[in-house]
């Protein structure tokens, strides 16, 4: 029950009764509840942004944030490993392989410079862990930028290599005949005696003195440039041009067993020794051509022939004595 509130009427000197209107009652309610539900409100709020208070799909995003972040550290270690890894090639390009084909080494300036452009990561910005993210990227394309700059590298190092390959294998370094085939060396490269003037001149090749018949070989790579006898004093001879300004000449054969035109490679059997043209005996006349001038043999014979050898051949080649064309 109630309580009865009452208010004294100093007119008629009485105690009334206290009577509430029912709309201010209603008022009164409505107040109440209205203050009632603010305060939720504002204590939902409240609630709703403090860490105490997350719904599910916060406590989801926040995982995945987290996942991201874990995702993140672990691609960074591995382009550090990775960055480890194409430091060592770098050194080895630039110290070995350009080094050996007299290449300059690449400098860190164009190795390791990021990409162009201002604004290349502004689209990143201004999210929670953006910094992070940005980071990220910007090593991601430097070490793609090095790995495209390093791949062109070892692409020209191929080629290098196969042109060195080329230019080893073309180069003359045998003898044309066989010890096994030889009497002897009869003359070497420079001031001889001419077997039919007996006045000194300049012999431009060396003489290996052999039985007719006894096997010539190509000392290079190359392509038989002619085989014929159209030379003054070669009787039958081949050149073979051999690239990069080499040329040999095989004089004095017997016979040929190579055609203009045909490839050759390295101990190919070419001709066979014999005394046609300008000859006193049989023997070959071998030359060594660098860009179109002569140079000795001698400094060819390093593929087939030892230390013991080369300075037995070096020693009778230096003697002035009398050539055999």
């Known amino acids: 029950m109630s309580k009865v509130k009452y208010y004294y009427d100093s007119e008629n000197l009485a105690y009334r009764k206290i009577k509430t209107r029912k709309s201010k009652k209603f ?89 162009p452009g201002l604004n290349r ?20 394309d430097v070490l793609s930028k090095e790995l495209v700059i390093q791949s062109k590298s070892l692409d020209d190092i191929l080629k290098l290599a196969a042109a060195k390959s080329d230019f080893l294998s073309a180069i003359p370094a045998i003898q044309p005949v066989r010890n096994e085939n030889l009497k002897q060396l009869a003359s070497g490269f420079g001031y001889r005696t001419d077997p039919f003037t007996k006045v000194k001149k300049m012999h431009e090749g060396m003489d290996f003195t052999a039985k007719t018949g006894s096997p010539v070989y ?3 790579d190359g392509v038989i440039a002619r085989a014929d006898n159209s030379a003054s004093g070669y009787g039958n001879h081949i050149v073979i041009r051999h ?18 035109g045909q490839k050759v490679s390295r101990g190919d059997v070419i001709g066979y020794v014999g005394s046609t043209g300008r000859s006193e005996a049989p023997h070959l006349h071998y030359e060594v051509h660098k860009d179109q001038k002569v140079v000795n043999p001698l400094n060819f014979y390093y593929g087939n022939i030892s230390a013991v050898e080369y300075v037995a051949i070096a020693h009778l080649a230096n003697q002035e004595n009398q050539s055999l064309d």
């Not at 204590?43 to 860490?51: D, E, G, Q």
């Not at 990561?121 to 990227?137: A, F, H, I, P, R």
Request: charged share 25%.
């Open 218 to 220: 190509a000392t290079g």
């Open 27 to 115: 008022g009164v309610i409505m107040l109440f509840l209205l203050a009632a539900a603010l305060f939720g409100l504002l204590s939902f709020v409240v609630l709703l942004n403090t860490p105490y208070f997350e719904t599910p799909k916060d406590r989801l995003q926040a995982r995945e944030i987290e996942n991201l972040k874990l995702n993140y550290a672990i691609l960074n270690k591995k382009m550090d490993q990775a960055n480890g890894v194409i430091d060592a090639i770098e050194e080895r390009d630039n110290n070995l392989y350009r080094a050996y084909f007299n290449k300059a080494a690449i400098p860190d300036s164009i190795r390791k410079v990021g990409l």
């Open 121 to 140: 990561y502004k689209k990143l910005e201004g999210y929670d862990n953006s910094q992070l993210v940005m980071n990220t990227t910007k090593r991601i």
């Open 243 to 260: 690239g990069f300004g080499y040329e040999t000449l095989y004089a004095h054969l017997s016979k040929y067993n190579a055609r203009a």
